[in-house]
């Protein structure tokens, strides 16, 4: 059964980790990472800080090949980056056709990963190459992945508010949208939205993940 896990990593364990040495308040968020004859090449969205300083606090790292912007919009910067191949570490790991990357983001504090393995076996191979190869990665949630008719098991509100808040990037780190300004265009209150989400993905939960312990 496909299987979901999250891991954590130290800040400055990754590669992308070291922008947090001089710029300790942006957020890095993973796009995709795509392997290359010589390395892995990830693009990634930076948010936080202004497009010009990016690059060179990146191009300070010595596994850096090449790093460049690919877009700027509303305060974030879409980049990609070239890694000198000993310098890849968990990236390597990350592009396994056994595992599928679901999101990846950074802060000062530290990386977390959310992988789908075809198997818990794996997420458990996912799990040794990073040990074998020295990446102290910690695994702190595991989910068996349920497939789920959403149409049955969500109210039409409940789906409303969620399909909306995610449009919005409610989800997103940093927030996209406030629930006030949900609230408004659905025509409803804030507790009424904050409970329509919370019941909505309560059902989400319970009918597609169930809990393991690692």
Known sequence: ?????????????????????????????????????????????????????????????????DIRVVDSTDGETL???????????????????????????GTEKQWTFELRGESRKAIAEFREYCHDHGIPVSLTELHALRPLDVKQNLTDSQRDALILAYERGYFDSPRGTTLKEIADDLEISQQALGARLRRGNRRLIEQTLTEFRP
């Open 79 to 105: 980049m990609r980056c070239a890694w000198v191949p000993e310098y890849d570490g968990v990236l390597d790991a990350l592009i396994t056709p056994e595992v599928v990357l679901l999101s990846a983001i």
């Open 1 to 65: 059964m496909a299987t979901v896990a999250e891991f954590t990593l130290a800040a400055d364990e990754f590669p992308l980790g070291t922008v947090f040495a001089t710029l300790p308040d942006v957020t890095v968020q993973l796009e995709r990472v795509i392997p290359d004859t010589n390395g892995v090449v990830p693009y990634f969205w930076v948010r936080g800080t202004e497009s010009d300083t990016i690059v060179k606090q990146f191009s300070d790292h010595p596994g850096v090949r």
